[in-house]
């Protein structure tokens, strides 16, 4: 009976959760596809809200750079981040924590202080912000999330396969690419994975290190402030979806890297 009794407590809490956290989202969703602009009324389904996006130079452009920062910056963090993984877990113990703990600080550190720090270095460097800062800042906030993806990776290698390649005449650099990539690859495409769906939905940072080119959050936001029209919840469902898929993925390559 006591058992019983919790399960449902269980259930009832789990419930009440998931409805807090993914009932306005629902509520979103549904009203992309109202007719109406009002929120009080729904009036009929309809795909125009969508097919309004497909001509808004606006948000067109700001679709530009979002996926161009974001493909940029996670090549970039993302060979980055391997190369800085490999030496870190080359190196001797006490210098790899060190690094280990230095490399968590972007992670941990609030949006507001990594944007804000970041633009008055542009400033104080005579950088203009742009849509380049933008992307030195992406750079800056991805790089830890591959390197944390790829360094459990290269703790379960087993250190005597580079060394046997070395022994057997292979130099060190064609042992990189022909022993230890292969080895942490699944790793590199998560972490390359993560980093992406980092980029795409960066708001606070970028906001902070650009100045005419706006991402699509910024945009979001921008709209949100004059007023949130359908085509707004157009656009934040393609991009919840589109992230969605991208959290999925890298959960299911998460799952068969372990087994």
Not at 72 to 89: D, E, K, N, R, Y
Not at 169 to 182: E, H, M, W, Y
Request: glycine share 4%; net charge positive; with cysteine.
């Amino acid at each position: 009976m006591v058992r019983r009794k919790r399960r449902t407590l269980r259930s009832v809490y789990l419930a009440l959760l998931l409805m807090f956290l993914y009932l306005p989202i629902l509520v979103m969703i549904c009203l992309s596809f109202n007719q109406s602009v009002s929120r009080a009324e729904w009036t009929g389904f309809t795909f125009d809200w969508y097919k309004k996006l497909a001509s808004d130079a606006r948000i067109l452009s700001a679709l530009k750079v979002t996926l161009s920062v974001a493909a940029m910056a996670t090549v970039l963090s993302t060979v980055i981040g391997t190369l800085a993984a490999i030496g870190m877990h080359s190196m001797k113990k006490g210098w790899s924590n060190l690094l280990t703990n230095v490399a968590y600080l972007p992670m941990t550190t609030p949006d507001i202080v990594t944007g804000v720090s970041l633009m008055l270095m542009f400033v104080f460097l005579q950088w203009p912000l742009s849509k380049w800062t933008m992307l030195c800042a992406h750079v800056a906030f991805d790089t830890p999330y591959v390197l944390f993806s790829i360094l459990p990776r290269l703790r379960q290698m087993n250190p005597n396969l580079y060394e046997a390649a070395l022994d057997l005449g292979c130099r060190p650099t064609p042992a990189l690419f022909k022993v230890i990539l292969p080895e942490i690859l699944p790793g590199v495409v998560t972490g390359a994975l993560l980093a992406f769906t980092m980029s795409l939905d960066d708001f606070v940072i970028s906001y902070f290190t650009s100045n005419t080119d706006q991402n699509l959050s910024m945009i979001v936001y921008s709209a949100a402030k004059l007023g949130v029209e359908p085509t707004m919840y157009a656009l934040s469902t393609i991009m919840f979806l589109v992230i969605l898929a991208l959290l999925l993925v890298i959960n299911r390559r998460s799952k068969l890297e372990e087994i």
